[in-house]
């Protein structure tokens, strides 16, 4: 990928995330095994990341209570976020980030933080002003939630096992109120 192609964000409808469904699995094939704690062990198998896309977010997005956005360098999917709303009446105003996803050969240039940028505009067009999202403690994304605002609620300790089975990870539990979007005067 070349480095100075610009970097698009669009969120994905059910139809051209089947139509990527490569895509989508090698990206979170690659960021699994990098060693990222989002709810995968190794060894992990290509097929595997597309029966997660197949089985657990092409359904929530064809029902409408799941947005995936994606971040891309020209055509190449090199990130993606999802947004969670499918949430109990008695919280209509409420969303879940779920599985921040960069390409491990594309870190380091403000991808992920940009997404959660447009993820956080899009939870706003939808009325949702409360995220909550969680990660494992010491991670390099904790201190990038923190600098976007979000507030750590408390740490679960030996939450979950590692991506390599070697240890149990804790895991942090955040927030972040969102402003309504106002109307131009």
Not at 50 to 56: K, N, S, V
Not at 58 to 83: K, M, N, Y
Request: with cysteine; glycine share 4%; hydrophobic share 40%.
């Amino acid at each position: 990928m070349e480095a100075n192609r610009p970097v698009t964000y669009t969120t994905q409808d059910a139809d051209e995330m089947e139509r990527r469904l490569p895509e989508f699995a090698a990206l979170l094939h690659a960021c699994v095994n990098a060693h990222a704690s989002i709810g995968f062990v190794l060894p992990f198998a290509v097929r595997h990341a597309a029966e997660f896309w197949t089985m657990q977010v092409l359904p929530a997005v064809r029902r409408g209570t799941r947005a995936v956005l994606v971040a891309q360098c020209g055509e190449q999917i090199i990130g993606s976020v999802q947004l969670d709303w499918d949430t109990p009446a008695n919280q209509p105003h409420r969303a879940e980030v779920r599985k921040l996803l960069v390409d491990p050969a594309m870190r380091r240039r403000g991808i992920a933080r940009s997404l959660m940028l447009e993820i956080e505009r899009f939870a706003l067009i939808h009325e949702r002003t409360l995220l909550t999202l969680d990660t494992r403690t010491g991670d390099h994304a904790e201190p990038l939630y923190t600098s976007l605002g979000y507030t750590t609620v408390g740490v679960i300790p030996g939450y979950c096992v590692d991506p390599a089975l070697t240890r149990l990870d804790a895991t942090t539990l955040m927030y972040k109120t969102l402003t309504r979007l106002t109307e131009p005067a």
